[in-house]
């Protein structure tokens, strides 16, 4: 990190090839000018307040122009203005912990030709009802809570009484075990019985009784001792006993090693014959660790962590037998249609053939994959047991398991309410997995203050809402949802305190939501509060100067902070640089980064609940709002996604990413954990990421058009499962973050081609010699500083061509890579040592958040390769899917997981026109496919022949419009013609066409059997499929092309996530209806078949030679078309009883009225019309 150069204010500022801090460095921030900041109590440099502002202009003060834009970064510990004696040692604990805590409450912007700053939060919401009360830590920069006993007193380690909460203390012991305050060693357990409240805790500590030692058979007892593994503990005297104080069944080897004289170790240790760890057989001490068996050392971390699960036999093989022989019942019938031509309608048999060969075509495509479907089971007791179990790598039974970092995108608060994305944040911040390990980032796509505040309070209620899930194993962990559960709340809760404490956060939760509703409101009223008061003070300037009083005020109307300061972001009346186009990047560290050790809370009044054996940390939350610019493309969805890879690897680097949309929570808090099972199994380096299914609430019990979508979900994804894994969804999907960054796989993949399996392509492959490395071990090695022969060097100056110029990030690669392999054991070649992930991580600091900045610039992916082999690929409105094509491609695989209880579960659009515009958007996206170089045409040998077939399919299908819409109309022309698509309804034709679709039904059942769908699911489907083929899908092939031949940009508005005015009906957007014109290829379909319909009964009634096979083969035809289309014929509708009377009337009149013109302008054979000896009016 550089400082400006000249003279003036100076600022922190980001420097693109400099390390970050994290890595090693510290940052060298000169002190701020106090111009237009104060100094606090706590040492930090805050900005002026407006009344302060005002007395200093009366004053004659000078105030600069630009000071809402300008705020100076206050000395944090790490860097103090002047030397001396409180200047923070190295290695000082209250400099990281300070350091940190100045970030948390620093709000940080910056971007394209502008200066990095930090902009000091007083306050994020105008809300102080929420302060933390009572004594907090006296380490510079720290607001915790002083450690308490179990009767609310102060616990002092330290003879000089020196005030620190539990997180400090940890951090002081970690350093050298010395007080912040005295600078004195913390003085050990004998010294501790005479401090404050000594006596109470030696009186309750259990009575110890020393192990006796090892004996060995072996005559060198000696030498064996020599071999086995000791420890002693570094856990301090005073958290000993209060572990002893609050008690627990858990065996603590920590302990038992420093109290006695035990040995530990695998293989080599030899444990005591004593029945039990402390005070014998008898069972004394129950307390603490007494009477707790010894652990049994068994085959589970062996185990393996998944399984595969075929389908039945029974069930899989009438399946393909089926398939087969539709497959070769419909050559047959294709064969026949060709040779059999209807002369007397070629044109009417022509379109027929054209379609049926491509709809064969179509299902080809959809049913080969579908041929080897797979089951995938995970036993979480085994990954339990192997990275959070007490090990000799471990010996503190921390958690081993992975960092992960769980990515939001909003982008319009109006169509995504801020309620649903808290509710997300909330459901995250409460999941089951190491609170260490986890960090949770939120992008703003649209840098709104309104998300901003809203995330700041959702902050604040997780304090009380983490807690009082992890207390009562709360499930599911969205509060709106858990509150609007049906059913019995405490079935299943054992706790006494249960219905209290949920009485209090439930209204707690009111409250907050409350708040979250009268925010718009409470940023509209204080910033036209603010705005009136700038225009009070230019008018005074006005007068005062001397200028002419008729000149308008050139004051913009800007949306304002709680704290009094410009929003960095867009303005609610958009003004220069704070547009949704154009605004700068902004980072605020909501929650900090947790510490390593647990933080029990307590039983103080002051709390809501008491969490006195509850862990009361909460992950890192942040806001990120990447930089937005004119003249940039940035690359909607895809690219803020790509900002936030980039951030997070700067500030949390975990090595798995968790995508979500902001409407889809985490209604499983085990899920995350689900997916480290395959990805830390034995072969889960080559995964590139767990897709879950996408579950959906609010969906009308019919589904009527097919929102929850299971076909697609329980019965295509897991058939690819079973080939090299599902396509990418776009949410509920775990990435592995280097498959991310455009690496191979790590050990080269077996090439599926039909040169390889005909010819043995493979064979002569594998004669190139053995100690040939991959190109990803040259690179991940050349990222790590170890250079080899066959690599010469020009990978090592492609770096920045690929990543940007961020060295701070580059080094975070092979940290990621490392740190996401399994562990090492027999059969894992690419292994981890254990115990490698169980240290703290570093605390932010200013410098890296600076460094965060920097990569989320407008300006940062030029010239690299983001977006187009790094991150998510751009140039396709369906990125989620090119994503996953681009991995698939590379030769990774991905895998499905069907959690019992679902993952996640979100919203879906429920009414007509919004599900319409969904799946336009998609069909939209894979016609781009279709037209660019991720065409699975294109695929490279490393993807299996049938997953080229899956991804062909993807962008095929929506030309399958074309043809349906043909289809559809064909009998209706049937029916006007006189003719059909056959000749005559011989029993050829009608074999066929039984035989076509019986074997058609009998798949369903069978998929209905193996994938767990019901058979309504399934046929609501087929009709979506022509509903959607009939109206979306040909405006998405429309779309396509054009964006292809004549470069017309497609856009699209988002989905609004917000349900339908009246509250009282939870379905009340099923039945609005909002005209599209995509509803004109349907209704026009229907309104056709109807009339036809009429005139060809009318004509086949009044014809002197009636023909009824014909009229008989059309009206089939024309009744399967509006079957197929009646829901979108019920969605017109509107609600139920509500249509008006007239509308039945007027159709009925409207179809007589055309039947009878047909028969006028076409009369039957040997009629005269109207006026003739056919059919008269009387």
Known sequence: MAAPSGSGPKSVRSGGGLPSPRMGQKPNVPSPVTGNTRRTMSGR??????????????????????????????????????????????????????????????MFTGGYKAQTRGHVMEKVTGDNAHHVRGLTCQVDGCDGKTMRDERGEDVFPCECKFKICRDCYFDALNAGGRCPGCKDEYKNDDDHQDMHGGEELQSNLPERRALPGPTFDHEDSGKMERRLSLLKTNKPPLLMSQQHQTGGDSFDHARWLYETKGTYGYGNAVWPKDDSYMGGGDGGGGNGMGGAPPPSFNDKNRRPLTRKLAIAAGVISPYRFLAFLRLVVLGFFLTWRIQNPNKDALWLWGMSVVCEIWFAFSWILDQLPKLCPVNRSTDLSVLKDRFEKVSPENPRGRSDLPGMDVFVS???????????????????????????KLACYLSDDGGALLSFEALAEAASFARVWVPFCRKHIIEPRNPESYFLTRGDPTKGKVRLDFVKDRRRVKREYDEFKVRINGLPDSIRRRSDAYNAHEEIRAKRNQIETGADPSQPLNVPKATWMADGTHWPGTWVISGKEHSRGDHAGIIQVMLAPPGNEPIMGSADEENLIDTSDIDVRLSMLVYVSREKRPGYDHNKKAGAMNALVRTSAIMSNGPFILNLDCDHYIYNSLAMREAMCFMMDRGGDRICYVQFPQRFEGVDPSDRYANRNTVFFDVNMRALDGLQGPVYVGTGCCFRRIALYGFDPPRAPKEHSCWNLCCGGDKKKNRKKKGAKTKREVEVANLNGVHHEDDDGESRGLLPKQYGQSMAFVTSIPVAEFSGRPLADQGITNGRPAGSLTGPREPLDAATVAEAINVISCFYEDKTEWGQRVGWIYGSVTEDVVTGFRMHNRGWKSIYCVTKRDAFRGTAPINLTDRLHQVLRWATGSVEIFFSRNNAIFANSHMKILQRVAYLNVGVYPFTSIFLIVYCFLPALSLFSGQFIVQSLNVTFLVYLLTISVTLCLLAILEVKWSGITLEEWWRNEQFWVIGGTSAHLAAVLQGLLKVVAGVDISFTLTSKSGGDDIDDEFA??????????MIPPITIMLVNLIAIAVAVSRTL????????????????????????????????????????????????????ISLLWVTISPPVDSQGLGGTGFQFP
């Open 1069 to 1078: 957007d099923l039945y609005v209806v909002k005209w599209t014109a995509l």
């Open 45 to 106: 440099y805050i900005s002026i307040s407006r009344e302060e502002q005002d007395q200093s202009i009366e004053m004659g003060g000078d105030i600069s122009a630009d000071f809402p834009y300008t705020v100076h970064i206050p000395p944090t510990p790490d860097n103090q203005p002047m030397s001396g004696s409180n200047t923070p040692r190295a290695g000082d604990p209250a400099a990281g912990k300070g350091g940190q805590q100045f970030v948390s409450s620093t």
């Open 410 to 436: 909003t982008a319009d608060p109006e169509k995504e309410p801020p309620l649903v994305t808290a509710n997300t944040i909330l459901s995250i911040l409460a999941a089951e997995y190491p609170i260490e």
């Open 1102 to 1153: 009044y014809s002197t030679i009636p023909q009824w096979s014909k009229l008989v083969g059309g009206v089939f035809f024309s009744i399967w078309v509006l079957t197929h289309l009646y829901p979108f014929a019920k969605g017109l509708m509107g609600r139920r009883g509500r249509t008006p009377t007239i509308v039945f009337v007027w159709s009925g009149l409207l179809a007589i009225v």
